[in-house]
C-alpha cells in the first residue's frame, strides 16, 4: 500500500531563509509524486509534479523537488522564503497499484518570520 | 477555463440529517475524486468517478455515496450525519484516469454537524 510521511507538523522560516519540507513515500510500484499547498479557507493547488521524467523537479512560486529513489523521498525547497509562502504543504503519493488515487502526507505548516 | 466549482460552499446540519455536496469540474475532465479533510485524520480519499462510474472508493462507511451525471458534474450524499463527519469536503477533477494526471481542486465545502 501507498503511503506518505511529511516530517514537521510546523516549520518556521525567516522570510529570506531557505524551505526546506521533507516527504518520503512508500510504493509497491513507480509512484507519481505530487507538492500541493494550500492557503487558508481554500483548496488545494499544484506546486509541482513528479512523473518519472527529469528527478529534478521545478515548480510555481520558485519552489522545487528532487525525486530520490534511493531514499524514497521527495523533499520539497525553496531558496528564499516569501511572506506569502505561508501556508500549509502536501505531498502525496499515486500508483497504478492503488488506482491512481492521491494518499497525502498530514501536511506542514510553514510560518514565515519577517 | 474556469476552475472546479463547489456548492455549496458552506452548510451546518444536525445530527441524523442527511447532505447532497455537488461539485462541477473543468471544463473537458472526465474524472472527479472526492476527498474528506479533517484536523485529526488530514486528507482522505473517498471515491473516483469516471463517466458515471465509480471506478475507486476509500475505506468509508455506506453512509457516503456519490454519483456523477453526464455532464462530468458530480454529487456526494452524506446520509445519517454524525458530528464526525464535520470536515472540509474537497472535490478534484482531472484529463483522464492516468497517475500522472493532475488533479485540480475546487474551494471546498465546509460540513458542520451539531
Known amino acids: 500500500a501507498q503511503s506518505v510521511t511529511q516530517l514537521g507538523s510546523h516549520v518556521s522560516v525567516s522570510e529570506g531563509a531557505l524551505v526546506l519540507l521533507r516527504c518520503n513515500y512508500s510504493s509497491s510500484v513507480p509512484p507519481y509524486l505530487f507538492w500541493y499547498v494550500q492557503y487558508p479557507n481554500q483548496g488545494l493547488q499544484l506546486l509541482l509534479k513528479y512523473t518519472s521524467a527529469a528527478t529534478l523537479v521545478k515548480g510555481i512560486n520558485g519552489f522545487e523537488a528532487e525525486f530520490k529513489k534511493s531514499e524514497t523521498s521527495f523533499h520539497l525547497t525553496k531558496p528564499s522564503a516569501h511572506m506569502s509562502d505561508a501556508a500549509e504543504y502536501f505531498c502525496?503519493?499515486?500508483?497504478?497499484?492503488?488506482?491512481?488515487?492521491?494518499?497525502f502526507g498530514g501536511g506542514t505548516r510553514v510560518l514565515v518570520k519577517p | 477555463k474556469a476552475g472546479v466549482t463547489q456548492t455549496p460552499r458552506y452548510l451546518i446540519k444536525t445530527r441524523g440529517q442527511q447532505v447532497t455536496l455537488s461539485c462541477s469540474p473543468i471544463?473537458?475532465?472526465?474524472?472527479v475524486s472526492w476527498y474528506q479533510q479533517t484536523p485529526g485524520q488530514g486528507l482522505q480519499f473517498l471515491f473516483e468517478y469516471f463517466s458515471e462510474t465509480q471506478r475507486n472508493k476509500g475505506n468509508f462507511p455506506g453512509r457516503f455515496s456519490g454519483r456523477q451525471f453526464s455532464n462530468s458534474r458530480s454529487e456526494m450524499n452524506v446520509s445519517t450525519l454524525e458530528l464526525g463527519d464535520s470536515a472540509l469536503y474537497l472535490c478534484?477533477?482531472?484529463?483522464?484516469?492516468?497517475?500522472?494526471?493532475?488533479?485540480?481542486f475546487g474551494p471546498g465545502t465546509r460540513l458542520t454537524v451539531l
Open positions: 478534484a477533477s482531472r484529463p483522464g484516469l492516468a497517475g500522472a494526471d493532475t488533479q485540480y
Open positions: 471544463s473537458g475532465h472526465r474524472s
Open positions: 502525496a503519493v499515486s500508483d497504478e497499484a492503488a488506482g491512481n488515487k492521491l494518499t
